[in-house]
């Protein structure tokens, strides 16, 4: 970062001192050391995740960004990739694998499949966009989204987290939003604890 | 293009009287026997005429008839024209059919696929559980009278959408405003079933080593979220120290319904479906299919056509080999370097297939009677220096930096070994077979579009082990060059269509099976057509699914390290493998 974008206006550093010393916001400089080194959780679903290999490799290269560092641990990573079609067979898995990250934590929904269900939305195992279960931060439209716009959807992450401040950040506040995400379970179909009432209130469908 | 031989039809009724009734439907072929006279009828196939190669089982669900029929096309691995033989049983549960696991082994996961999604009892079977949804999902989702949630109507355009193309959000149509529905009266707080019970039960069976220290056993879960599994596969491992003795491949993580929205799709709807099957290889997964749909329309596709159609299926297989390289060595530890040479040679194919087609995976290219666009200017240089120059070069290159590595050699020579007979037996295909000692390649086993204008050798290697399936491949990438480098000399000009393009295609009656050597394997595509416009059945025979089959055999006996190293060298795609 330039020390123009670091610095906070209205401050005056002697010109000695300009190339040692800056006058910055907490948020500033926090903001800028996590968008620069957020880990990708390594978790392919399908086609998204070979774009997502790609966009990791060679052409594209994503280490520019500091995300090269692809961590298999849900417990060493910042950003999850949605990168394929979620299935009732996988989102009890997905779901578990997101209340394990640890926070601050950002979900990107790759691709039409992940965004909404896409191509396959009307299969019977096929869940209409992991949005149904964890809260996702960018969607990146696409089957499969270029590794061009993977990158763009990351740069809006890092946008996110330059915007964000300790003050109001999520998860330093306390109250239900900070709850885990109950994990679905499998019956006949898939049961989301959350409706579990109106499961039981529903007629024949 | 391949038809079942009329010749060893009369052989056939002459060998077995009285047992076999031949299939006299218009458009279809084969045999129909009985219940009572499968296993015979297969064993004397089997080791009396020498069809010892089990290409695919599946169900076709005959509503309106009121029966369930079993289709079986068993090959041989000397090549030719192979048989195909039916069942049928009454629609009423239960259904049953003898199993065929005791006589060809590789029939295990596809009967139990038949089980899960069909609801057929296969008797004698060693472990029929439910393969792709989760025990206790209700129904069985491929019967043509079980609806999935968001259903509208039997067969698209949907009326709610077309002509008006109103847009709809299908939640909007369900009771809970989701991709679910319940049996009547399900109450979920009742619910006490734990769909991994049946799996860790089959887990126990096994042949416990009563020699030596009595030791406990335990039960290792490897994925569906684990980096080397290629994707959401699981595998489930009992252990004896660090030795495996018992191994279940877990799938259906990405499941997700190819077959039941292929039969609501019209014909060439389902052409970009296709391309997410195995979406290492788009271009050869449009080739099965299309030639599948041709048979059954008797339409040939323009003789450029036919070139264009080589060039980009021998494309995809060295960049789905590329892909398998790189990904084989990263489970053996070289992490990424070996990936990012071969994902370098593998974007340069891809641009090529962005230029043809306009995507770089998904490329939905081919059309029923030719392909969709002809090669755009400057394609066929481009293609020109990339296989006359570039490549062979790089591909020596990538071969000197890793056969002769050591690491590569102590964890793959004598590794892993499948054996020419357990390879046939499980139905393996492509690589995995052809690293066992077995030619059996498609595209000279039974030539399918203008392949026996080509020179080209099928690639054998003896030793069946993991090295010998990374070699393979590497010798698979040279051959196709040589394909490539043929075709482009020999590319005639002309027309890419054979049709005029039409926005649903006629197609008649009947039954065709379009069979193509993937990147992977035999890629099979069973379509049955009643003269709608939709498919009645739609059925992938996925390489890499049946090539699982022996993945639990091969592992038995190793250490727990090596699972990942068998996995990558057999090269699964998940969307394949669950379609």
Same mark, same amino acid.
């Given at each position: ?9 209205d401050?005056?550093i002697p010109?000695e001192?300009?190339a ?7 948020d500033k ?5 996590r968008s620069?080194?957020?880990?990708p959780?390594m978790f392919?679903l399908?086609c998204?995740a ?19 560092i692809m ?6 990573s ?7 079609t979620?299935t009732k =067979?996988?989102i &009890?898995?997905? *779901?578990?694998l997101?209340?394990?990250? @640890?926070e /601050?934590?950002y979900? #990107? ?10 191509p396959?939305?009307?299969g019977?195992n096929?869940?209409?966009?992991v949005? =149904?279960?964890? &809260?996702?931060d *960018? ?5 499969p @989204?270029? /590794?061009?716009?993977? #990158?763009n ?9 330059k915007?964000?401040?300790i003050k109001?950040a999520?998860w330093?506040q ?6 885990e ?6 019956g006949p179909?898939?049961?989301d ?9 529903g007629?024949?469908n | 293009?391949?038809?079942p031989?009329?010749a060893q039809?009369?052989d056939l009724?002459?060998?077995f009287?009285?047992v076999?009734n031949p299939?006299?439907r218009?458009g279809?072929s084969?045999?129909i ?6 296993l015979?009828f297969?064993?004397?196939?089997r080791?009396?005429?020498g069809?010892d190669y089990?290409?695919?089982?599946t ?6 008839e ?10 041989k ?10 069942i049928?049983?009454?629609?009423a ?5 003898p199993s ?16 899960d999604?069909?609801?057929?009892k ?6 029929l ?7 206790g999902f209700a129904?069985?989702p491929m019967?043509?009278?079980w609806?999935?949630?968001?259903f509208?109507?039997e ?6 959408r077309?002509?008006?193309?109103r847009m709809i ?7 809970f405003?989701?991709n ?6 399900f109450n979920p ?12 039960e089959?887990?126990?069976t096994?042949?416990?080593?009563e020699?030596?220290?009595?030791t406990d ?5 490897m994925g569906?979220?684990h980096?080397?599994?290629h994707?959401?596969?699981?595998v489930?491992v009992?252990?004896d ?8 491949p877990?799938?259906?993580y ?6 039941k ?12 479906y296709t391309?997410r099957?195995?979406y290492?290889s788009s271009m050869s997964n ?5 030639l599948?749909?041709e048979?059954?329309?008797?339409v040939?596709p323009t ?15 060295i960049a789905s080999?590329?892909m398998a390289i790189?990904?084989?060595?990263n489970?053996l530890g070289?992490?990424f370097?070996?990936?990012?040479y ?8 891809l641009?090529?297939?962005?230029a043809v087609?306009g ?7 081919f ?17 020109k220096g990339l296989?006359?120059e570039?490549?062979?070069?790089k591909?020596?290159?990538?071969d ?9 050699r102590?964890?793959g020579?004598g590794?892993g070994?499948?054996t020419a007979?357990d390879a046939?037996?499980?139905?393996a ?11 059996y ?5 039974e030539p ?7 020179e ?5 290697r003896?030793?069946?082990?993991i ?12 051959q196709s060059i040589?394909?490539?480098q043929?075709?482009v ?10 049709l005029?393009p039409m926005?649903?295609?006629?197609v ?6 379009g ?7 035999e890629?099979?595509f069973y ?10 059945r739609y059925?992938v ?9 022996a993945f639990?055999?091969i ?5 727990v ?8 060298s057999i090269?699964?795609?998940?969307g394949?493998?669950?379609?």
């Amino acid at each position: 970062m330039e020390s123009n974008e670091l610095n906070s206006p209205d401050y005056e550093i002697p010109p000695e001192l300009q190339a040692q010393v800056s006058i910055t916001s907490l948020d500033k400089i926090y903001n800028w050391g996590r968008s620069a080194s957020v880990w990708p959780l390594m978790f392919g679903l399908a086609c998204c995740a070979i774009e997502m290999i790609c966009a990791a490799a060679s052409r594209f290269d994503i280490a520019r960004f500091g995300m090269e560092i692809m961590r298999p641990s849900p417990r060493q990573s910042d950003l999850m990739i949605i990168s394929g079609t979620v299935t009732k =067979k996988m989102i &009890p898995i997905i *779901v578990r694998l997101y209340n394990q990250m @640890p926070e /601050p934590k950002y979900v #990107l929904a790759m691709g039409a499949c992940a965004s909404g269900g896409g191509p396959f939305k009307e299969g019977y195992n096929v869940v209409s966009g992991v949005d =149904k279960f964890i &809260p996702v931060d *960018v969607y990146v439209p696409g089957c499969p @989204p270029t /590794p061009q716009a993977l #990158l763009n959807g990351l740069m809006k992450i890092q946008e996110k987290i330059k915007g964000e401040s300790i003050k109001t950040a999520r998860w330093y506040q306390k109250g239900p939003d900070m709850a885990e995400i109950p994990v679905p379970m499998l019956g006949p179909d898939l049961i989301d604890p959350r409706k579990i009432t109106l499961i039981q209130n529903g007629k024949k469908n | 293009m391949a038809t079942p031989a009329p010749a060893q039809t009369l052989d056939l009724s002459a060998r077995f009287p009285g047992v076999l009734n031949p299939d006299t439907r218009p458009g279809y072929s084969g045999w129909i026997l009985d219940n009572a006279n499968l296993l015979k009828f297969a064993t004397a196939l089997r080791d009396e005429l020498g069809y010892d190669y089990l290409s695919s089982i599946t169900a076709v669900d005959y509503l309106p008839e009121g029966k369930m029929e079993v289709v079986y096309h068993v090959f041989k691995t000397t090549g030719g024209a192979g048989v195909v033989f039916k069942i049928q049983v009454p629609r009423a549960d239960p259904m049953e059919v003898p199993s065929l696991v005791s006589i060809y082994p590789g029939a295990e996961l596809q009967e139990r696929e038949a089980w899960d999604l069909f609801g057929i009892k296969f008797t004698g079977h060693p472990d029929l559980r439910r393969i792709l949804m989760w025990e206790g999902f209700a129904g069985h989702p491929m019967r043509k009278d079980w609806h999935e949630p968001y259903f509208e109507e039997e067969a698209k355009p949907l009326k709610s959408r077309w002509p008006d193309g109103r847009m709809i959000m299908a939640e909007s149509k369900n009771l809970f405003g989701d991709n679910i529905a319940y049996p009547d009266g399900f109450n979920p707080e009742s619910q006490t079933f734990d769909p991994e019970k049946a799996l860790y039960e089959a887990l126990r069976t096994y042949q416990k080593d009563e020699v030596g220290l009595d030791t406990d056993h335990i039960i290792v879960n490897m994925g569906p979220q684990h980096p080397s599994t290629h994707g959401v596969f699981r595998v489930a491992v009992v252990l004896d120290g660090e030795k495996i003795v018992n191994l279940k491949p877990v799938m259906g993580y990405l499941h997700r319904n190819h077959e039941k929205i292929g039969e609501r799709n019209t014909f060439i709807m389902n052409m970009p479906y296709t391309d997410r099957l195995d979406y290492l290889s788009s271009m050869s997964n449009n080739f099965g299919y299309a030639l599948a749909v041709e048979k059954l329309m008797n339409v040939k596709p323009t003789e450029r056509a036919e070139y264009i159609r080589v060039m980009m299926a021998e494309m995809t297989r060295i960049a789905s080999h590329l892909m398998a390289i790189g990904a084989l060595l990263n489970d053996l530890g070289a992490y990424f370097t070996p990936m990012l040479y071969a994902l370098e040679e593998r974007e340069l194919l891809l641009d090529i297939f962005e230029a043809v087609s306009g995507s770089r995976m998904m490329c939905n290219y081919f059309r029923f009677g030719g392909v969709a666009r002809d090669l755009p200017e400057g394609t066929l240089q481009k293609i020109k220096g990339l296989f006359f120059e570039r490549l062979p070069r790089k591909i020596e290159e990538i071969d000197r930096f890793l056969s002769e590595n050591e690491i590569i050699r102590s964890r793959g020579i004598g590794q892993g070994v499948l054996t020419a007979e357990d390879a046939i037996k499980y139905s393996a295909a492509g690589p995995l077979l052809r690293a066992s000692g077995i030619p059996y390649d498609v595209r000279r086993a039974e030539p399918y579009s203008i392949y026996d204008r080509f020179e080209f050798d099928v690639v054998v290697r003896t030793n069946g082990d993991i090295y010998d399936r990374l070699m393979v491949r590497f010798d698979e990438i040279r051959q196709s060059i040589r394909i490539v480098q043929q075709a482009v000399k020999q590319l005639p000009n002309g027309p890419v269509m054979a049709l005029k393009p039409m926005y649903q295609v006629r197609v008649p009656p009947g039954e065709a099976y379009g069979r193509v050597e993937g990147p992977k394997g035999e890629l099979g595509f069973y379509v049955i057509s009643n003269g709608k416009p939709t498919p009645w059945r739609y059925h992938v025979r996925a390489p890499s699914f049946i090539n699982l089959t022996a993945f639990g055999p091969i592992c038995i006996g190793l250490k727990v390290a090596d699972v990942v190293a068998v996995l990558g060298s057999i090269d699964i795609v998940l969307g394949e493998v669950d379609r």
